[in-house]
């Protein structure tokens, strides 16, 4: 049942379900879930977690990834996300979208809309994709005053410090700025487009007792590794951003594709998902059956007038 009518909604807030999972045993698998659809769909392989990426939300629009959309437009699709999944969710909150006071309106906005964890990034805008060359770093001391500034702000949620520096300034360096974000209270750390197992496990070996966050994006610097690979490099949590629009926009262009050739869609209708899957994952029926239960508003006769 879809859990916006369920009899089981979550009551605990979605930071203290985040940090409840992150202190469980084993490695926390966030898919990167770009709309309500495909959180429903990673909910039903039975994740408990979810992801919500800027570059698939900014793709999702049409946009490229470099700091564009505004925290309200990010809000809409968490909105989505958490009230059709009902999961915890890390969202990608880029730089912060300005410095300290516009970072903190970020946590506040970002926690009202019902995400469990927020990740933000040392890069100055406007940002790139961390897997991409040409990035520039604002100073580790800017960044450290918006991870104070976010922790201040937030009530349960989680705040995770990305540094992108191992690409920019070097290995020693992303580690430093590591060290001083969580000095500055960032709950977690997301060390962003390492390239090796080895500089993987030298991080989590300089950070010992420190959550740590994998990106196993696709197309990128980082080799694949499984989740089970990254538990043993000392990794906490692992994000697959991107691997669910990258697939849904490949189907959707084979589609277009073959109206364009065929002249209808009829020959594409095996690669489908049926009215009935539709249906069946978004609950239709469930919500079918709510209206029919709810007692119908009684609207009273007029008094009689004398």
Excluded at 159 to 174: L, N
């Amino acid at each position: 049942m879809p859990y916006l009518i369920a009899d089981d909604l979550p009551r605990v807030p979605a930071g203290q379900r985040f940090r409840e999972r992150l202190s469980a045993p084993g490695i926390y698998r966030l898919p990167g879930a770009h709309n309500g659809q495909a959180a429903l769909q990673a909910r039903a392989a039975g994740f408990d977690g979810l992801y919500l990426s800027g570059a698939a939300m900014t793709a999702s629009m049409g946009l490229p990834d470099l700091g564009i959309i505004t925290v309200d437009e990010v809000a809409f699709f968490i909105r989505q996300v958490v009230r059709s999944s009902g999961l915890p969710l890390l969202v990608d909150g880029d730089t912060g979208y300005g410095e300290a006071l516009n970072v903190m309106h970020m946590v506040r906005t970002f926690e009202d809309a019902g995400a469990g964890a927020v990740h933000l990034e040392d890069q100055i805008l406007p940002k790139k994709c961390g897997h991409l060359n040409g990035k520039a770093l604002v100073s580790a001391h800017d960044m450290a005053a918006k991870v104070a500034a976010a922790k201040k702000a937030a009530r349960d949620i989680v705040i995770v410090a990305r540094t992108d520096a191992a690409g920019v300034e070097g290995f020693d360096a992303a580690v430093e700025r590591a060290k001083l974000y969580v000095e500055a209270g960032a709950d977690a750390i997301f060390p962003e487009a390492l390239n090796t197992r080895e500089m993987f496990e030298k991080f989590a070996q300089a950070l010992p007792g420190v959550p740590l966050l994998a990106n196993m994006t696709e197309f990128g610097k980082t080799p694949f590794y499984t989740a089970d690979e990254f538990a043993a490099m000392g990794y906490k949590m692992v994000i697959w951003p991107v691997s669910s629009l990258r697939v849904a926009n490949k189907a959707q262009a084979k589609l277009y594709a073959a109206i364009a050739k065929d002249g209808g869609a009829h020959n594409m209708v095996d690669a489908m998902q049926t009215r009935a899957e539709l249906y069946d994952t978004i609950g239709l029926h469930d919500y079918e059956a709510l209206d029919a239960s709810i007692v119908k508003t009684i609207v009273p006769e007029a008094i009689p007038q004398g």
